[in-house]
């Protein structure tokens, strides 16, 4: 069953860089009309809120106290794996029937939960919310990109397997990666900047003394090696197989969303930080299960939903729409190099490119808030 618009609503985790861009969003939408909103602290419980738009939230509440939480019909949370699996099943102890949405990966794979991707599975969604299921998680963001953008050749069954390499942006890893990324730029700038004002050394010169600092001299505590400059082909914990979790995600979540048991499409990826603030890229690599023209494929893509829009293969088109540059900071997904592949005329290749912090993460989060209030969405 859905609740009724007034509902009591806590936000976990609302100053993090996924809480803001959610909180962001939700007052775009004007989402704190519907609700009763109250923002949730683990360090800052007990004083004024920050004003939202024109929306008092009052005292900010305690996130460690179960007591509290349990007294709200919905916990939205952007705090952390760490304290899902803390606060999660002693709230559910006590009884509390509410809803949990969750932008952190620890409850994504349980029985009981299902992914958010209303463009993507909001049947599915339905579904579960009238058969009394509870508990909600955002799906990976590369996942969750990847499908809004190429929904319509997922969604209707066309796809057998993919291949994925994706670029992820610094602010995957956090607000802290980010900062570090940034310092780094300007170490290396700092450096050179003589070398490259004197025209006199080369930019074989410059690159030695840049290589010396990536080497030696460039603090990285928290990505753990030089991303500025450089890339890290490394992303998450190891996991079976040659993988990291990052890549097994790709696998297990594509299916868990669309519904289908778990090898029902095989998706191999890997995974590389690059020196991008903000948006994930990927290049995937598609075995469909029909021979289909790049007309029709695009033709597909363009018509499921409104948020992924064609980029013509041309290098002026690809220059200016199919970047990080170009979407950051908006819901549009970005297809393009779309392209038969010399593997056989069922291999397609395609580049997508989108805002990791809002598809990825803090969108299907308020739309799940919508789902649950039976509120209006748009599609």
């Not at 090898?263 to 948006?279: A, F, P």
């Amino acid at each position: 069953m859905t609740l009724a618009s007034k509902a009591k609503v806590a936000i976990v985790g609302y100053r993090g860089m996924v809480g803001s861009v959610l909180v962001n969003r939700m007052l775009e939408e004007d989402d704190f009309a519907l609700i009763d909103a109250t923002f949730f602290s683990t360090s800052t419980h007990g004083t004024p809120a920050p004003k939202v738009g024109k929306y008092d939230l009052g005292l900010i509440g305690d996130a460690n106290s179960v007591e509290e939480l349990s007294k709200y019909d919905v916990v939205i949370t952007c705090q952390g794996g760490d304290y899902t699996n803390e606060i999660h099943p002693k709230l559910r102890a006590t009884g509390w029937q509410g809803y949990w949405i969750d932008a952190a990966s620890a409850l994504r794979m349980k029985d009981n939960v299902s992914l958010i991707l209303d463009p993507i599975n909001k049947e599915q969604l339905k579904q579960a919310i009238a058969q009394g299921q509870k508990d909600f998680a955002g799906a990976n963001c590369t996942v969750s990109l990847m499908l809004i953008g190429l929904g319509g050749l997922f969604t209707k069954g066309l796809v057998e397997s993919a291949i994925v390499s994706s670029y992820q942006a610094a602010s995957g890893a956090g607000a802290a990666n980010m900062r570090e990324l940034v310092e780094q730029f300007g170490a290396i700038y700092n450096d050179v900047a003589e070398d490259l004002a004197d025209r006199s050394k080369t930019m074989l010169d410059v690159a030695a003394k840049v290589q010396t600092k990536l080497s030696t001299d460039l603090p990285a505590p928290y990505f753990g090696a030089p991303l500025a400059a450089s890339l890290i082909p490394w992303i998450d914990a190891q996991h079976d197989h040659g993988f990291t979790k990052e890549e097994w995600k790709g696998h297990v979540e594509t299916n868990k969303i669309l519904g289908f048991a778990d090898n029902t499409i095989k998706v191999d990826s890997t995974c590389v930080r690059v020196g991008v603030l903000r948006s994930h890229s990927q290049s995937i690599t598609l075995k469909l299960k029909e021979n289909l023209s790049v007309e029709q494929i695009e033709q597909l893509i363009a018509e499921h939903n409104k948020w992924a829009y064609l980029v013509p293969n041309e290098k002026q088109a690809t220059l200016e729409k199919l970047t990080p540059t170009a979407v950051s900071g908006t819901l549009n997904i970005a297809v393009g190099r779309v392209r038969k592949l010399s593997l056989g005329e069922e291999y397609v290749s395609i580049f997508t490119v989108g805002d990791q912090l809002l598809w990825g993460a803090a969108e299907p989060l308020r739309r799940m808030l919508r789902l649950v209030l039976d509120a209006p969405l748009d599609y």
